[in-house]
């Protein structure tokens, strides 16, 4: 991490937001959040459920456009339509549904909608051995230890599938990698290989957002931590600002679950 | 809050993580991983989407081969590829539509919808007026009525998001409908012809292109008969080769002491085939085929022991499940020769009165009581040996129900053959059995139980010689229940003097898919030339005209393209993925709805193609033609292992499937059946096939 930080940490963050907002109606769904991604860091972006997590990442990948606020992609301001612009500009998301068909290969899975092909139109066909060279180099080099690439994708763990996920973003040169709780459905031992995995994309350069609801995972892989709480920023903290404790009652709404400690502990006490 | 959920993410953990990626980067520059486990040839080919339809498709015909006169000849065989021609073509566009989730239900009578168009495009002006174009227009043109259909069927179903089997159907009563209407307004007919009428204007040209025949009678080959043998051997041969290369260890060093065995081996086969070949009579048969027998053997001990390990062979262990089996095969083997004997062969009388009419009612009443001691005995103490004597019972009770019901319909003839013929099966799948439990005993105890059932097929045929009353079953079932045997006994002996793989072997299964490839390329090869030609001394026996249509090449041709389409381009794996999770499919930038929409077209354009197929085979087409097939290609692509959630399946499989349901709507009258069951043997196959292949696909992610 550190050596990473040292080659990129000075230069201009690779995405930056500036009291970005959104209101559906007269809802606001998100309001005045700030923070940066830097490239070859974790953001990590914690809330409980319900506090905007989802709608900040539909924000950052183009499915919904800001309503107040700047949203600037190395320095300039963007503003995509689609997802696909998202895509081609480098920002890749990794869903909790994975976008994976589970009957198919994991080579496959991993160049599906950019298959790597040979010939001449309209004679075109994929590559198979190189596809299925570089899906099993490109995951070596993640560190992900996949035994063959024609096994189907639903025979994998939940944390396999995730790092599949991973891999292929990293792969088609995303430079900001998004991942919707990659964490939340996973086992201790699943959730530590996918937190490595996490920190392997930010070695290779990339600027990771990592959204959890869980601070355990978020402390120690995070650089930069962003807590939202209904729709609000709680705080924008760079990793020495802040301990893994204070995170956690940030989190809760810090000052509630004070109170709710302290009458925890009158309830015992009278007892 | 505790901390144990996450390991150290430091340093030193991202470091081990690179070293493990540097080891897996110098298992890839070597080639194969050397965790995969390596799965047997057999285990690795039942895997495959299509091997059901492969193995129910030899066990119809060879059901069929019995059962029927047609079957086996090369008329036969053409009206059965007749068939699956048109059925295939269709079959193949549908299972890839099916692959992508939809269905479409109005593909059958859209074969007949282009043909009617076609017919009427290039009809003359006359009374019964047509368009009077040219078939240079009218084929184009017809075309783009097709690529029309598709479109609008794909659109509709993607805009509205409405199930395309609601869609499609009412595409298929609109069809069905303009159809009988069109043909009635525009020239007062049900029967729409003739394309013919376009002499001139183009059908000269294209008549060729969809209705040439080879007459079978017309082309002769007196070397046929060589050939034929040539390419069916090898071919078994280099197959028997590929089999050991993907099933047994490569020896560190090639052993040249087995290549003399090898090489002797083969010189005997050849010897032995060129002997029985040019010498006639019984006894120099039973020579040649001992000498066959014995130098095959050689040959190909010889060439494993050229590359292969050696193993132990372990002592013998039969155990009692071993023994049991052993014995209960064997037995069923001899009760099943022994029902053969015993019924007359010629009698046509029907069952019931053979047994007495009167006596029925016992042999229901003895099953019934049977069970019903059973039940009572059950009832007072549930241990083990009542537990049994209920089976036993209500076993017996059920089979004098089924015999009873078979008594109804069948001669003294055909119930010899029914029991013969199932007790026989009987036996062989419980000595299979075995041989499958004594594996995991030692080496040399399968050795034995597979030379038990390789004794039990020889005794099979010197049987079936004596006692079948059919020339096809005393000389060619015979011959191949020998080989069958022979292979039997072959891996009898090499399996238990040779050593299982256990892993994978980049280098062994490259070569051992390339042997398989050319065997089989090579018993194709023989089989088309014996199709294809015909020598002097069967014209002279007066052979029935046998005519290949070229429909069976464009099915041939079409189903490649779809395979190759599906396996090998990018187009085949968006199929997959609009049909295995379309919403994930979109968000990694598939195009779901214009992939969808191109396969509808496709299959309109099967349509098409299969419409001009009919248009100048019948010159005239009825207006309700083909209306109904729609379920008929679907039950094909469903045989031939397509799901019908989507998302998995094979167009080869389909084409297999297609093949199977061509032959059991040739087979039933072929085999003087009433054809009104045919209907009832198609839902049969069809719910077998489902289930097999639900089996097979829960087989398939477990066994990775």
Same mark, same amino acid.
């Given at each position: 991490?550190?050596?990473?930080?040292?080659?990129?940490?000075?230069?201009?963050?690779?995405?930056?937001?500036?009291?970005?907002?959104?209101?559906?109606?007269?809802?606001?769904?998100?309001?005045?959040?700030?923070?940066?991604?830097?490239?070859?860091?974790?953001?990590?972006?914690?809330?409980?459920?319900?506090?905007?997590?989802?709608?900040?990442?539909?924000?950052?990948?183009?499915?919904?456009?800001?309503?107040?606020?700047?949203?600037?992609?190395?320095?300039?301001?963007?503003?995509?339509?689609?997802?696909?612009?998202?895509?081609?500009?480098?920002?890749?998301?990794?869903?909790?549904?994975?976008?994976?068909?589970?009957?198919?290969?994991?080579?496959?899975?991993?160049?599906?909608?950019?298959?790597?092909?040979?010939?001449?139109?309209?004679?075109?066909?994929?590559?198979?051995?190189?596809?299925?060279?570089?899906?099993?180099?490109?995951?070596?080099?993640?560190?992900?230890?996949?035994?063959?690439?024609?096994?189907?994708?639903?025979?994998?763990?939940?944390?396999?599938?995730?790092?599949?996920?991973?891999?292929?973003?990293?792969?088609?040169?995303?430079?900001?990698?998004?991942?919707?709780?990659?964490?939340?459905?996973?086992?201790?031992?699943?959730?530590?290989?996918?937190?490595?995995?996490?920190?392997?994309?930010?070695?290779?350069?990339?600027?990771?957002?990592?959204?959890?609801?869980?601070?355990?995972?978020?402390?120690?892989?995070?650089?930069?931590?962003?807590?939202?709480?209904?729709?609000?920023?709680?705080?924008?903290?760079?990793?020495?600002?802040?301990?893994?404790?204070?995170?956690?009652?940030?989190?809760?709404?810090?000052?509630?679950?004070?109170?709710?400690?302290?009458?925890?502990?009158?309830?015992?006490?009278?007892? | 809050?505790?901390?144990?959920?996450?390991?150290?993410?430091?340093?030193?953990?991202?470091?081990?993580?690179?070293?493990?990626?540097?080891?897996?980067?110098?298992?890839?520059?070597?080639?194969?991983?050397?965790?995969?486990?390596?799965?047997?040839?057999?285990?690795?080919?039942?895997?495959?989407?299509?091997?059901?339809?492969?193995?129910?498709?030899?066990?119809?015909?060879?059901?069929?081969?019995?059962?029927?006169?047609?079957?086996?000849?090369?008329?036969?065989?053409?009206?059965?590829?007749?068939?699956?021609?048109?059925?295939?073509?269709?079959?193949?566009?549908?299972?890839?539509?099916?692959?992508?989730?939809?269905?479409?239900?109005?593909?059958?009578?859209?074969?007949?919808?282009?043909?009617?168009?076609?017919?009427?495009?290039?009809?003359?002006?006359?009374?019964?007026?047509?368009?009077?174009?040219?078939?240079?227009?009218?084929?184009?043109?017809?075309?783009?009525?097709?690529?029309?259909?598709?479109?609008?069927?794909?659109?509709?179903?993607?805009?509205?998001?409405?199930?395309?089997?609601?869609?499609?159907?009412?595409?298929?009563?609109?069809?069905?409908?303009?159809?009988?209407?069109?043909?009635?307004?525009?020239?007062?007919?049900?029967?729409?012809?003739?394309?013919?009428?376009?002499?001139?204007?183009?059908?000269?040209?294209?008549?060729?292109?969809?209705?040439?025949?080879?007459?079978?009678?017309?082309?002769?080959?007196?070397?046929?008969?060589?050939?034929?043998?040539?390419?069916?051997?090898?071919?078994?041969?280099?197959?028997?080769?590929?089999?050991?290369?993907?099933?047994?260890?490569?020896?560190?060093?090639?052993?040249?002491?087995?290549?003399?065995?090898?090489?002797?081996?083969?010189?005997?086969?050849?010897?032995?085939?060129?002997?029985?070949?040019?010498?006639?009579?019984?006894?120099?048969?039973?020579?040649?085929?001992?000498?066959?027998?014995?130098?095959?053997?050689?040959?190909?001990? %010889?060439?494993?022991?050229?590359?292969?390990?050696?193993?132990?062979?372990?002592?013998?262990?039969?155990?009692?499940?071993?023994?049991?089996? +052993?014995?209960?095969?064997?037995?069923? &083997?001899?009760?099943?020769?022994?029902?053969?004997?015993?019924?007359?062969?010629?009698?046509?009388?029907?069952?019931?009165?053979?047994? %007495?009419?009167?006596?029925?009612?016992?042999?229901?009443?003895?099953?019934?009581?049977?069970?019903?001691?059973?039940?009572?005995?059950?009832?007072?103490?549930?241990?083990?040996?009542?537990?049994?004597?209920?089976?036993?019972?209500?076993?017996?009770?059920?089979?004098?129900?089924?015999?009873?019901?078979?008594?109804?319909?069948?001669?003294?003839?055909?119930?010899?053959?029914?029991?013969?013929?199932?007790?026989? +099966?009987?036996?062989?799948?419980?000595?299979?059995?075995?041989?499958?439990?004594?594996?995991?005993?030692?080496?040399?105890?399968?050795?034995?139980?597979?030379?038990?059932?390789?004794?039990? +097929?020889?005794?099979?045929?010197?049987?079936?010689?004596?006692?079948?009353?059919?020339?096809?079953?005393?000389?060619?079932?015979?011959?191949? +229940?020998?080989?069958?045997?022979?292979?039997?006994?072959?891996?009898?002996?090499?399996?238990?003097?040779?050593?299982?793989?256990?892993?994978?072997?980049?280098?062994?299964?490259?070569?051992?898919?390339?042997?398989?490839?050319?065997?089989?390329?090579?018993?194709?090869?023989?089989?088309?030339?014996?199709?294809?030609?015909?020598?002097?001394?069967?014209?002279?026996?007066?052979?029935?005209?046998?005519?290949?249509?070229?429909?069976?090449?464009?099915?041939?041709?079409?189903?490649?393209?779809?395979?190759?389409?599906?396996?090998?381009?990018?187009?085949?794996?968006?199929?997959?993925?609009?049909?295995?999770?379309?919403?994930?499919?979109?968000?990694?930038?598939?195009?779901?709805?214009?992939?969808?929409?191109?396969?509808?077209?496709?299959?309109?354009?099967?349509?098409?193609?299969?419409?001009?197929?009919?248009?100048?085979?019948?010159?005239?087409?009825? &207006?309700?033609?083909?209306?109904?097939?729609?379920?008929?290609?679907?039950?094909?692509?469903?045989?031939?292992?397509?799901?019908?959630?989507?998302?998995?399946?094979?167009?080869? %499989?389909?084409?297999?499937?297609?093949?199977?349901?061509?032959?059991?709507?040739?087979?039933?009258?072929?085999?003087?059946?009433?054809?009104?069951?045919?209907?009832?043997?198609?839902?049969?196959?069809?719910?077998?096939?489902?289930?097999?292949?639900?089996?097979?696909?829960?087989?398939?992610?477990?066994?990775?």
């Amino acid at each position: 991490m550190t050596e990473a930080q040292d080659l990129v940490g000075g230069e201009q963050p690779l995405l930056e937001l500036d009291g970005i907002g959104k209101f559906y109606g007269n809802i606001i769904a998100l309001q005045g959040i700030t923070t940066e991604v830097r490239a070859g860091e974790v953001t990590c972006v914690l809330g409980d459920n319900g506090a905007g997590k989802s709608t900040f990442i539909k924000i950052l990948a183009g499915v919904h456009k800001h309503d107040a606020g700047d949203f600037r992609l190395e320095g300039k301001p963007v503003d995509f339509n689609s997802p696909r612009e998202a895509l081609d500009a480098g920002i890749a998301a990794v869903y909790q549904d994975l976008a994976m068909v589970p009957l198919m290969s994991v080579w496959r899975n991993f160049f599906l909608g950019a298959e790597p092909t040979k010939g001449v139109f309209p004679v075109r066909w994929v590559d198979k051995p190189e596809a299925k060279r570089i899906a099993k180099e490109e995951m070596a080099k993640m560190g992900i230890d996949i035994r063959d690439t024609e096994q189907p994708v639903g025979t994998l763990s939940g944390g396999e599938r995730q790092s599949v996920a991973i891999a292929r973003a990293v792969y088609y040169g995303a430079k900001v990698l998004i991942l919707d709780e990659p964490t939340s459905a996973l086992g201790v031992k699943q959730s530590g290989v996918v937190l490595r995995y996490i920190v392997e994309a930010a070695k290779r350069g990339l600027g990771v957002i990592f959204i959890t609801h869980n601070p355990a995972h978020a402390y120690p892989v995070g650089d930069r931590f962003l807590i939202l709480n209904r729709g609000q920023s709680m705080g924008n903290f760079a990793k020495e600002e802040i301990t893994q404790q204070e995170l956690t009652q940030l989190m809760a709404g810090g000052a509630e679950l004070e109170q709710l400690q302290h009458e925890l502990e009158a309830a015992i006490a009278g007892k | 809050m505790s901390d144990t959920a996450v390991p150290d993410v430091g340093n030193s953990d991202a470091n081990a993580a690179a070293a493990a990626a540097d080891a897996m980067a110098a298992t890839l520059a070597g080639g194969a991983d050397e965790r995969l486990a390596y799965r047997g040839v057999f285990q690795r080919l039942f895997v495959r989407p299509e091997i059901g339809a492969i193995v129910g498709a030899a066990a119809i015909w060879a059901f069929f081969w019995a059962v029927s006169r047609e079957f086996g000849t090369a008329g036969g065989m053409s009206s059965i590829l007749d068939v699956s021609a048109t059925l295939g073509i269709m079959a193949v566009a549908v299972s890839l539509l099916m692959i992508g989730g939809e269905f479409d239900l109005s593909s059958g009578a859209a074969t007949g919808t282009f043909a009617i168009i076609t017919i009427l495009l290039v009809k003359d002006v006359g009374d019964l007026g047509g368009a009077g174009l040219s078939l240079w227009i009218a084929i184009p043109l017809s075309l783009l009525f097709a690529l029309g259909l598709g479109w609008i069927n794909g659109m509709m179903v993607e805009r509205t998001g409405l199930p395309s089997f609601i869609v499609t159907l009412a595409t298929f009563f609109v069809l069905r409908g303009f159809k009988l209407g069109f043909s009635k307004l525009i020239i007062d007919n049900l029967t729409v012809g003739r394309i013919s009428e376009a002499q001139g204007r183009g059908y000269e040209f294209w008549e060729p292109i969809f209705a040439t025949v080879w007459i079978r009678n017309e082309h002769q080959l007196e070397a046929r008969d060589a050939i034929y043998t040539i390419g069916i051997l090898g071919g078994l041969a280099l197959l028997a080769f590929a089999v050991a290369e993907l099933n047994f260890a490569r020896r560190d060093k090639l052993n040249p002491g087995g290549l003399p065995i090898f090489g002797a081996g083969v010189a005997g086969v050849i010897a032995g085939i060129l002997y029985m070949h040019n010498s006639d009579g019984v006894s120099a048969n039973s020579i040649a085929a001992a000498i066959i027998g014995v130098a095959g053997l050689a040959a190909f001990v %010889g060439f494993c022991m050229w590359r292969y390990e050696r193993q132990e062979a372990g002592s013998l262990q039969l155990d009692a499940s071993v023994s049991k089996l +052993l014995a209960a095969g064997v037995i069923a &083997s001899v009760l099943a020769m022994a029902f053969a004997v015993v019924f007359d062969v010629d009698s046509q009388e029907p069952v019931l009165d053979l047994v %007495g009419a009167l006596r029925w009612p016992f042999v229901i009443a003895a099953g019934a009581y049977a069970a019903f001691r059973a039940f009572q005995k059950s009832a007072g103490d549930s241990n083990t040996q009542s537990q049994t004597l209920i089976n036993v019972s209500s076993i017996a009770a059920a089979s004098a129900f089924t015999m009873y019901a078979f008594m109804f319909m069948t001669t003294e003839q055909g119930l010899r053959s029914i029991l013969f013929g199932v007790t026989m +099966l009987a036996g062989l799948i419980l000595l299979a059995i075995a041989a499958g439990n004594a594996g995991r005993n030692s080496p040399i105890t399968r050795g034995l139980v597979l030379t038990v059932f390789s004794a039990v +097929l020889v005794a099979l045929a010197f049987f079936i010689r004596s006692q079948s009353a059919s020339v096809k079953f005393r000389s060619e079932l015979f011959s191949v +229940l020998l080989v069958s045997a022979l292979v039997f006994f072959v891996w009898a002996v090499c399996s238990t003097m040779f050593t299982q793989r256990r892993f994978q072997e980049a280098k062994a299964d490259g070569f051992g898919t390339t042997l398989a490839q050319v065997g089989g390329a090579a018993i194709a090869v023989g089989i088309i030339i014996k199709l294809l030609f015909t020598t002097q001394a069967e014209l002279d026996a007066g052979i029935a005209r046998a005519g290949f249509r070229i429909s069976i090449l464009w099915f041939l041709g079409f189903s490649l393209f779809a395979t190759w389409l599906l396996g090998r381009t990018k187009f085949g794996s968006w199929i997959f993925a609009v049909g295995g999770n379309k919403q994930a499919a979109r968000q990694v930038g598939v195009p779901a709805a214009r992939t969808k929409t191109q396969l509808f077209m496709i299959v309109s354009v099967a349509a098409w193609l299969v419409g001009l197929l009919l248009a100048f085979r019948l010159d005239t087409v009825q &207006s309700v033609a083909g209306n109904g097939l729609e379920f008929e290609y679907i039950i094909a692509a469903v045989v031939g292992g397509t799901l019908l959630t989507g998302g998995y399946g094979s167009a080869f %499989g389909a084409a297999i499937g297609a093949i199977i349901v061509a032959m059991t709507k040739q087979g039933i009258p072929s085999a003087r059946w009433n054809s009104d069951w045919r209907f009832a043997f198609l839902g049969i196959i069809l719910l077998t096939a489902v289930i097999a292949n639900n089996f097979i696909k829960t087989k398939a992610e477990e066994s990775r």
